[in-house]
T-cell receptor
Framework: NAGVTQTPKFQVLKTGQSMTLQCAQDMNHEYMSWYRQDPGMGLRLIHYSVGAGITDQGEVPNGYNVSRSTTEDFPLRLLSAAPSQTSVYFC?????????FGPGTRLTVL | AQSVTQPDIHITVSEGASLELRCNYSYGATPYLFWYVQSPGQGLQLLLKYFSGDTLVQGIKGFEAEFKRSQSSFNLRKPSVHWSDAAEYFCAVVPIGGTYKYIFGTGTRLKVLA
């Protein structure tokens, strides 16, 4: 049981490039979410999904897209990277209110 | 607006001393309450949670938290801190029966002096 996995662990992008952060869980959880963590700001919710085919925006959705075609996978897409998107990104799945976090992706946008 | 406040950005304690980390929330009704710990370069690990019932909750690593409805608080405590407890601690809330949209506090970074 791998839990929540994220790839890559580290990524450097140039401004304007696009990329997809991968997230997968093997616990059959319906609810999944993406957060970004910035110093002094805690974790802020980007997008979340309550099941396959259903997604919604969180607190800071601009510049990010998500889709949920399967229960297991919840990728996060950066459409045109900006330096303001330099952050650590965490994916999580939830069951009965408890969240299980992946190890994170550290993204730097130059 | 719904919010979670952790008033202490940094706390330094000596090893063996007691610890209390503060958390206050602003919600229309009592939410689910959580404490997570994050070691440097790591993801978040659940320490403990409160859903209902006994207001004193026991967690892993010797931590406990007390829910006080009248104060809208959920403070984390440990009687004797170990050097390995140095980390960042996050309080989080989610509405009962809601959409699991967690709201996190900004975190308290704990430093432990030998």
């Amino acid at each position: 049981n791998a839990g929540v996995t994220q790839t890559p662990k580290f990524q450097v992008l140039k401004t304007g490039q696009s990329m997809t952060l991968q997230c997968a869980q093997d616990m059959n959880h319906e609810y999944m979410s993406w957060y970004r963590q910035d110093p002094g700001m805690g974790l802020r919710l980007i997008h979340y999904s309550v099941g396959a085919g259903i997604t919604d925006q969180g607190e800071v959705p601009n510049g990010y897209n998500v889709s949920r075609s399967t229960t297991e996978d919840f990728p996060l897409r950066l459409l045109s990277a900006a330096p303001s998107q330099t952050s650590v990104y965490f994916c999580a799945s939830s069951y009965r209110g408890e969240q299980f976090f992946g190890p994170g992706t550290r993204l730097t946008v130059l | 607006a719904q919010s979670v406040t952790q008033p202490d950005i940094h706390i330094t304690v000596s090893e063996g001393a007691s610890l209390e980390l503060r958390c206050n929330y602003s919600y229309g009704a009592t939410p689910y309450l959580f404490w997570y710990v994050q070691s440097p370069g790591q993801g978040l690990q659940l320490l403990l949670k409160y859903f209902s019932g006994d207001t004193l909750v026991q967690g892993i690593k010797g931590f406990e938290a007390e829910f006080k409805r009248s104060q809208s608080s959920f403070n984390l405590r440990k009687p004797s801190v170990h050097w390995s407890d140095a980390a960042e601690y996050f309080c989080a809330v989610v509405p009962i029966g809601g959409t699991y949209k967690y709201i996190f506090g900004t975190g308290t970074r704990l430093k432990v002096l030998a």
